[in-house]
């Protein structure tokens, strides 16, 4: 059954998308991400960059 986007409810659509991840998964998607596109640009210094931003990202804004 396919739902006709046009019908459904302006809260239930906000609600679906919230991100209702917790915060060690979030900063482990975070840092894949990070990585992924660091990589790309730059193998050989990635993991030590997503590591020290990781840890900067931590210390300046704190667990979530």
Do not use: C, Y
């Amino acid at each position: 059954m396919v739902r006709d986007p046009k019908t459904q409810d302006e809260d239930e659509l906000i609600e679906r998308t919230r991100d209702n991840t917790s915060p060690p998964k979030r900063r482990a998607r975070r840092k894949s991400f990070v990585f992924a596109h660091t990589e790309i640009a730059n193998p050989d210094i990635a993991r030590d960059i997503v590591v020290r931003v990781d840890e900067d990202f931590e210390r300046i804004f704190g667990s979530e």
